[in-house]
Structures are given as C-alpha cells and as structure tokens.
C-alpha cells in the first residue's frame, strides 16, 4: 500500500457542481490528489498527460455523454453521476464497464458517499 493520494479526475461541466466537489474536498480532507475537466475533450487532454487511479464523471457533458470516454478507459475505475436518475443511463453505464453510478441531489448529499464509492471501486479493481 502506498502513501500517496488518490489520483482523481472529475469530469463536469456545471461550476456549481464543481464547487461543490471541491469545497466537499477540502471540508472532508479526502486524500485524493484531484484535477476537473469541464468537457470530453478537456477530460481527453488531462488524460493524455496525467494518469489516474479513478475517474468520477458526470452523465451527461456539453460534447457527448460519459459513455464516450468510458469505452477507451477500460481498467480504470469509473463512477457516473447524474442529475436525472435515469434507470436506462444506469444500466447503459454499468453495462459499459462503470464501477458505480451514482444520483446528484439538491442538497449535495451524494458526495458524502463518494469516500465509499471510490473506495469500493479501487479495492474491487485490486481484487
């Protein structure tokens, strides 16, 4: 087991949702070393230059759906959220290879089961 943090990339496009991640972050100290991209095409350039251990993205992005990048990130864990709780996106997320997928709410309560979410995918990866 290694000391260094979680190498997260979180891919969304609405700014308030971003800063609701990131101050989540930083209240709950998480030990995750993040970065955020606000489109396919961004999240396609972080990920040529960085690697990372999990990958949390939004449903639905300005350029395409999360389904794009899914299929080229295959071994890497990755966590779909949505604002729409769509059951037919869910199961055409899980059955693409997503490791979770998850409902945004108002209130931003689905971050707080994002520690676990993340954990559960990392620890199923090393399995």
Do not use: W
Not at 35 to 59: E, G, Q
Not at 92 to 109: T, V
């Amino acid at each position: 087991m290694t000391d260094r943090p979680i190498q997260l990339l979180l891919i969304e496009d609405d700014a308030v949702d971003q800063m609701a991640f990131e101050r989540f972050m930083k209240r709950e100290s998480q030990p995750y070393d993040y970065r955020v991209a606000d489109s396919i095409a961004n999240a396609r350039d972080l990920l040529s230059k960085h690697s990372f251990d999990i990958i949390i993205a939004d449903y639905t992005l300005g350029d395409g759906t999360c389904l794009d990048l899914l299929e080229e990130l295959r071994g890497t864990p990755f966590i779909v959220v949505s604002g729409t709780g769509d059951e037919g996106s869910a199961a055409r997320a899980m059955k693409q290879g997503a490791s979770d997928y998850l409902i945004k709410d108002p209130h931003g309560s689905y971050l707080m089961m994002l520690p676990m979410t993340v954990q559960n995918a990392l620890d199923a990866k090393r399995a």
